[in-house]
């Protein structure tokens, strides 16, 4: 059976950020930008939204619709471009010859990765209701027995289904960046290419997980030290304003008045979220490159013909 290395999978994601480091900030710029544009959007007005329900009035039905409708666009605008900067870092972990213009693209590719991602986000939901359910159903009949063991039962019934979900994503896990490297809807490449690999998978999800906490907390501390060990959370004061909702008003005069900081800020940032999309996407389309080149046919070989000779005389 073929295997892929965790170790080779995350070391061309390293490599990738390595290798392609302007790349790997424009995709975590682009993805931060639909958050930026819900933030200076959204902020004045879910702060008046909430403010008129602290006060006992109902916010205006048309800045209702409004919010609500800004938010639809901006969510779908958000997902068009995950799919967008997703399947760039395939593209480049499986076609590392195709680097122009960052590896983006809006075509086949894109369309295919948006559609494998919605049919496993549709699978996966319906896959955890039913879990759910199932689990429902068992942690009721063990709360019947009124065994002291019950909260310990249920627990471990939680992790169980925690697990199975974890499983199943790591299960179909090959199937996006499959259908990249075969420029195809490779939903049958992709679960072929992941049998007898969900273990291994699923290691490398766990793994992954550690060592993007291991950066948060890497950054916290670098941030903390940066702003004098909590400075800022001790003035009570600013943090009282910020946490009032009437004072969530339009950021952008302070963003001009403060431009020089928000714009490293959102240089440092947009790298840093690049780092994480290539550290979590990158892996899994190097193990999918590597089955795939494991489980290819070894080339014919055709017999050389024998020069032809000359009779003796």
């Not at 699978?123 to 063991?149: D, F, H, K």
């Not at 072929?192 to 948060?216: A, H, K, N, S, Y």
Request: charged content about 10%.
């Amino acid at each position: 059976m073929a295997r892929f290395s965790i170790g080779t999978a995350f070391g061309d994601a390293f490599g990738l950020v390595g290798r392609r480091p302007l790349s790997v900030f424009v995709w975590g710029l682009l993805i931060l930008l639909p958050t930026a544009a819900t933030f200076l959007v959204m902020l004045p007005m879910m702060g008046e939204v909430i403010a008129s329900a602290e006060i006992g009035t109902e916010p205006e039905f048309s800045r209702m619709l409004q919010f609500q409708g800004m938010s639809g666009l901006l969510n779908i605008l958000q997902l068009l471009v995950i799919a967008v900067v997703y399947t760039a870092v395939m593209r480049a972990a499986v076609r590392p010859k195709e680097t122009g213009f960052f590896s983006l693209r809006l075509g086949m590719d894109e369309f295919r990765v948006a559609v494998v991602g919605i049919a496993a986000m549709v699978g996966i939901y319906v896959a955890l209701i039913v879990l759910v359910l199932l689990g429902a159903a068992v942690g009721y009949a063990v709360w019947q027995l009124n065994s002291p063991g019950n909260w310990m039962a249920i627990s471990a019934l939680v992790l169980v289904l925690v697990l199975g979900v974890w499983l199943m994503m790591a299960r179909i896990s090959l199937i996006a960046p499959a259908s990249v490297l075969f420029r195809d809807f490779a939903f049958v490449q992709g679960w072929r290419l992941g049998r007898g690999q969900t273990w291994p998978l699923f290691g490398m999800m766990v793994l992954l997980c550690l060592i993007v906490l291991l950066i948060e907390i890497a950054l916290g501390v670098a941030v903390l030290a940066a702003v004098g060990m909590g400075s800022v959370v001790t003035d009570v004061q600013t943090f009282e304003a910020w946490a009032n909702p009437a004072n969530w008003g339009d950021p952008i005069p302070w963003m001009t008045a403060n431009w020089p900081w928000c714009a490293l800020g959102g240089v440092v940032l947009s790298f840093i979220y690049g780092v994480f999309v290539t550290l979590g996407i990158a892996p899994f389309a190097s193990a999918c490159r590597q089955l795939a080149d494991s489980s290819a046919p070894p080339p014919v070989t055709e017999p050389v013909a024998e020069p032809a000779h000359a009779p003796e005389l």
